[in-house]
């Protein structure tokens, strides 16, 4: 299985295909086995690539850094204090500077336009490491966790519980689409993804034979499960909605009740992480009702929330070695 993805952007997965997205899992889990049985080989050995980020980061800057260093290239972070970006430099100058000096560039930040831009002026390959509208590098991420926990994809029943309109939520229903996941969005009417969104993934889902729901009742998304998830329910850039986020969404807080009711013994519960679980953090104290998911479920047997964190770097270092 080889595809040639040389030289392309990964903006979104709508411009993936379903074999394309399948060769990229394949990739990382052989990547994963390589280096961990010590046969990993340095395959961008000289290559640099730029990291610019516009919001904070765990996982996706340390994914990209060592990712880079696995492969043999030079990962270079450049916050968005750090440089001319944004402030005395347009996005398409930025662009064709980085395109001179590296060989590939992570994105994270805000607009979804800046890393279109971004690729359309660098003239090399520009990774989406989150944007207000998509995560697809955490879709990536999450299916790989799935085909490792239960052996395959298709038709595995997934339920994305809470902000169904944000960027995790959008960038797993256009991947499960594509590859044939049965996808629920369970939460509240007003936060349900965009009808155009979900009306192009459904077209999607024709060629996969994957299905997709959009539904208040945790009952019916929930139902016959195999995987539970959820993401926070303000996201980088939404601190000013914390309060109203937490009186729509409370209702679907992920708790023992609710893995219960999937009805399934064998369901796994996932968050791309960071999450409100326990009132350890600053912003938890001052809201002690932010958290998406209980304690008990975050640190019960039925998570997997950090083998999701680990693979963050194989995939990341799937889409870098295909693309460059
Ligand atoms: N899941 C994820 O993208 O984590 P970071 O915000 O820490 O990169
Ligand atoms: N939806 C979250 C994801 C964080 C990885 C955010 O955008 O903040």
């Known amino acids: 299985m080889a595809f040639d993805l040389k030289g392309k952007s990964l903006l979104t997965l709508k411009n993936f295909s379903k074999e394309e997205i399948n060769y990229l899992l394949y990739l990382a889990i052989q990547l994963k086995n390589a280096k961990k049985n010590g046969s990993l080989k340095k395959k961008l050995d000289g290559k640099n690539i730029a990291l610019l980020f516009e919001k904070t980061s765990t996982r996706t800057r340390c994914a990209f850094v060592t990712a880079a260093y696995n492969e043999g290239a030079h990962a270079e972070f450049l916050g968005k204090n750090d440089i001319q970006f944004g402030k005395k430099e347009s996005v398409a100058d930025t662009a064709r500077v980085l395109g001179r000096m590296f060989d590939g560039i992570g994105f994270r930040g805000f607009k979804q336009e800046t890393v279109e831009t971004l690729a359309k002026y660098s003239g090399i390959p520009v990774w989406n490491g989150l944007t207000d509208l998509y995560h697809p590098t955490q879709a990536l991420a999450d299916f ?7 052996g395959f994809l298709k038709g595995v029943k997934f339920a994305f519980v809470g902000d169904g309109r944000n960027n995790v ?13 049965d ?3 369970v939460g509240p009417k007003s936060l349900f993804p965009q009808n155009e969104l979900v009306a192009e993934c459904k077209e999607y889902a024709i060629g996969s034979g994957a299905s997709i729901m959009v539904t208040e009742s945790i009952e019916e998304g929930v139902k016959g499960c195999k995987v539970i998830y959820t993401d926070i329910w303000a996201s980088m850039g939404e601190e000013d909605k914390i309060q109203e986020r937490i009186e729509l969404l409370k209702p679907y807080q992920v708790n023992m009740d609710m893995i219960k009711m999937a009805e399934n013994d064998n369901v796994i519960f996932m968050h791309c992480l960071p999450s409100f679980h326990n009132l350890e953090t600053e912003i938890a104290k001052k809201y002690p009702d932010i958290c998406e998911v209980t304690d008990e479920v975050f640190e019960s047997r039925y998570s997997r929330v950090f083998d999701e964190a680990e693979n963050r770097v194989w995939t990341i270092q799937a889409v870098m070695e295909a693309t460059l």
């Open 144 to 150: 790989m966790t799935i085909q490792e926990k239960f």
């Open 169 to 181: 939520a959008n960038s797993l229903m256009i991947g499960a689409s594509k590859i044939g996941i």
């Open 183 to 185: 996808f629920s969005v």
